[in-house]
């Protein structure tokens, strides 16, 4: 998720307005569920890679090792349709092995379309999440009024989730200091108390914060100042270079 | 003249036999850098969250300019507009996902608009050293970064009385110099900085005024050669207040 967060924060479309990346990805989406056709999912995996490689600024490399491992679990979805497991008539004498194993070319092109169709989509998922920080995610979902409750509520989500990730980190250093993972007894042992310890630990952080917001004169909403992006003009206007380096890669 | 007093102030936590605050009584004025230092469980946090309304006191009265604090709701918030608190752990407090949100915050909950909002997120970030940080995520940024968005955040909402608990604790020499400096130039605005601190150095050489609590109430208070006649070696005080 860190690696994720750092591309949202350091690539060269970042400022642009996520209404224009968020309707990107979703014509990419509608495009590969209308059409239905492997061809048409293909070209759009296509024009989101060079898009996110060209325009944004995303290393080619990193971009498709997400990829991959999303669809390492579509494969694995994708392999049944390919594949039919079929019985052997009764005029067939009795095989060896009972069950054969079956790929029409039907099946073979169902299994193709829904994999290239599916990773068409997951990838203009990805393109959106590694060009827009949540920041500006949340700052979007309240614009056609999401409740306000929502907004909250994704807001400290994605700011605790971090803090509870840290947490956890510190938790089982301490616990692997002092040999608390040597063994499978004391390793659930060690898990069971360091999610105890978790659960605790986030009840306690939860109080805090909400003295700290009350200090700050907080009545039960979340008020901040809504972000500023860059228009879908500024892509032309200021056309950034394909060699220019994206900035500050090395800040988060 | 602005003054923040706590008229025999008593407050014992749920649970507790003993009180945390136990008649203290606390003339605080305007345009001072006061030190609280004494033991762990002495009533320093206490005292803080007194002043800025989150305690209640059992007993005793805490007055703003000579008037009873109201405990009512807008009343806590006039209270807290004059009155800011920067805890211990800023991971407590930084709750937006930026640090331009999350210092905008205080100023929108004062009702102010967003230009005016703007303006003072700006003025804070540069006083702070943050102006380069605002875009960054809260969760990427280092402690001392930290401190200082939590710091900026309260400073934001222009408070008379700044209370920093601990603020220090932590810090590397530098960005604790760094933190001290913000400290120092809001107290030159005539606003008044009380920081909690177990550092006795730097309370010496820092403060205009020390007070010492032990036991919820007050040990000594004076100026630091008065609170240190000795030099700050813990050894040559009574450790048991």
């Not at chain 1, 669809?71 to 979805?77: C, D, E, K, Q, T």
């Not at chain 1, 999440?129 to 979007?140: E, G, K, N, R």
């Not at chain 2, 005793?60 to 920067?86: C, F, H, M, S």
Request: hydrophobic share 45%.
């Amino acid at each position: 998720m860190r690696w994720i967060d750092r591309f949202a924060y350091n690539n060269r479309i970042r400022r642009l307005d996520p209404a224009v990346k968020a309707g990107f990805s979703l014509i990419m989406i509608l495009v590969c569920l209308g059409f239905d056709r492997p061809y048409v999912s293909a070209a759009a995996l296509l024009l989101i890679l060079i898009l996110s490689v060209s325009l944004a600024g995303l290393p080619l490399r990193s971009f498709l090792k997400i990829l991959a491992g999303e669809a390492a679990f579509l494969i694995l979805s994708v392999v049944p349709i390919a594949v039919s497991i079929v019985r052997p008539s009764a005029a067939e004498p009795v095989p060896v092995f009972p069950l054969k194993l079956l790929i029409t070319r039907d099946s073979a092109l169902n299994a193709l379309n829904l994999l290239t169709r599916t990773l068409a989509c997951i990838s203009a998922m990805n393109f959106l999440s590694m060009t827009t920080p949540v920041v500006d995610l949340i700052d979007l979902a309240g614009r056609p009024r999401v409740p306000e409750i929502m907004i909250d509520l994704m807001t400290l989500i994605y700011r605790f989730i971090f803090t509870l990730f840290d947490c956890l980190e510190r938790m089982t250093a301490a616990k692997e200091s002092r040999l608390g993972f040597r063994s499978l007894r004391t390793a659930f042992r060690s898990a069971g108390e360091i999610a105890a310890n978790l659960f605790l630990e986030t009840y306690r952080r939860s109080r805090k914060l909400q003295v700290s917001l009350e200090s700050r004169c907080w009545d039960g909403a979340f008020r901040v100042i809504p972000q500023t992006y860059d228009p879908i003009r500024s892509l032309w206007e200021r056309a950034p270079s394909r060699n220019q380096p994206v900035q500050n890669r090395e800040t988060l | 003249m602005t003054e923040l007093f706590f008229d025999d102030i008593v407050y014992t936590y749920p649970g507790v036999n003993a009180p945390a605050l136990n008649g203290l009584s606390l003339r605080i004025g305007s345009g001072k850098r006061i030190a609280l230092i004494g033991r762990n469980g002495g009533g320093k946090s206490t005292l803080i969250l007194v002043a800025n309304g989150i305690i209640r006191p059992d007993r005793g009265t805490l007055r703003i300019d000579g008037a009873p604090v109201d405990y009512k709701k807008k009343g806590i918030y006039r209270l807290r507009e004059r009155v800011g608190v920067v805890f211990q752990n800023p991971e407590d407090q930084l709750f937006s996902a930026n640090v331009y949100q999350d210092i905008s915050s205080g100023p929108l909950n004062l009702g102010l608009s967003i230009g005016e909002a703007r303006e003072r997120v700006e003025e804070v970030a540069e006083r702070c050293g943050l102006t380069a940080l605002l875009d960054r995520p809260t969760h990427a940024l280092s402690g001392g970064e930290k401190t200082r968005a939590a710091l900026a955040g309260i400073l934001a909402m222009r408070p008379e009385f700044l209370f920093a608990d601990e603020v220090t604790n932590a810090l590397d020499p530098w960005i604790r110099i760094q933190v001290l400096n913000i400290l120092d130039s809001w107290a030159a605005e005539n606003h008044t900085v009380v920081l909690s601190t177990h550092d006795w150095d730097l309370a010496a050489n820092w403060a205009d005024e020390i007070v010492w609590l032990e036991k919820g109430k007050i040990y000594r208070q004076g100026k630091p050669e008065e609170i240190f006649p000795g030099g700050t070696q813990p050894e040559r005080y009574r450790r048991d207040g």
